[in-house]
């Protein structure tokens, strides 16, 4: 008997097998799909898949499935599943033809450009590496919301990941009944990839962190600058201060306030202490 693979709507699915019998698959479709995930049992396998979705990832797609010796069905939405399994099917492997080669050569196409996404993510981190090291005046505004979308990216790429090498270990692992020791090596093989791709995606989580630290240390490095011209510019001025709040108290018998050349000392004397705390600051390298 050959094997049969099928997509389809959850509604579809509801209409086709609204009755639960022996001999007919059940998926359970009141939980709600947030993992990638098995549930093992002795003649068939039902899951669920949620997957990172669209160029940022910002959404997953969600997809159930069940598996046994001669059946794959997959529910979910089919603009978005049939895709896939288009792909999967056009390499003609030889792992086709049986229901668990099917839904290997399926999660084998999900994963197919993975790779290049690593690869290009690690491309715009080095970019934001190249502009945040080129100086803290060349760091674009939204830099540091840029930085935190990709944390998160990853974050959810790290755990779309571990999801999928644990599965990918569940089904090799599978009764053999459902899946034969031929496919289930195929299937520990995709749990190697997906280890492999977690790792990667671990090396860029912490490429990213240390990318942030960086810009953080830049921000607080010219935070410091600013307050250490602030600080320098208010020592400057606290002698003058001193002088004119000492003169301002305007006592009967403070002979400066009579001199004829009282005015022009305390300028000079202003002047003098200028001088004398800026190359003070210069050759300190305060300024």
């Not at 399926?106 to 970019?127: H, M, Q, R, S, V």
Request: net charge negative.
């Amino acid at each position: 008997m050959a094997a049969v693979s099928m997509i389809m709507t959850e509604e579809d699915y509801k209409e086709k097998y609204r009755r639960v019998e022996e001999n007919l698959p059940y998926i359970n479709t009141e939980e709600k799909v947030r993992h990638c995930k098995a549930e093992v049992f002795e003649k068939y396998i039902s899951g669920t898949l949620a997957v990172p979705w669209g160029e940022d990832r910002s959404r997953e797609a969600d997809c159930r499935f069940y598996l046994d010796k001669d059946r794959l069905l997959l529910i979910g939405d089919p603009a978005e599943l049939n895709p896939v399994m288009e792909a999967a099917m056009a390499e003609k492997a030889p792992e086709a033809g049986t229901s668990a080669g099917d839904f290997f050569l399926f999660l084998k196409a999900l994963i197919g450009e993975e790779g290049d996404y690593i690869d290009n993510f690690e491309d715009e981190l080095t970019d934001k590496e190249n502009v945040m090291l080129a100086g803290s005046d060349k760091i674009p505004a939204d830099f540091e919301e840029d930085m935190q979308k990709a944390r998160r990216a990853l974050l959810r790429t790290n755990r779309y990941y571990q999801q999928l090498a644990d599965l990918g270990q569940m089904l090799a692992e599978a009764p053999g009944e459902v899946i034969d020791k031929k496919t289930g090596r195929y299937y520990r093989f995709f749990a190697d990839r997906m280890l492999r791709l977690l790792a990667e995606a671990e090396d860029l989580r912490e490429y990213s962190s240390q990318i942030y630290d960086m810009y953080q240390s830049r921000i607080n490095i010219k935070q410091n600058k600013v307050m250490q011209f602030l600080t320098v510019i208010t020592t400057i001025f606290m002698p003058l201060t001193l002088i004119t709040g000492w003169y301002g108290m305007n006592f009967r018998n403070m002979p400066e306030l009579a001199w004829k050349y009282g005015y022009v000392a305390v300028i000079i004397i202003s002047a003098l202490l200028l001088l004398a705390e800026l190359c003070i600051f210069k050759r300190k390298k305060w300024m």
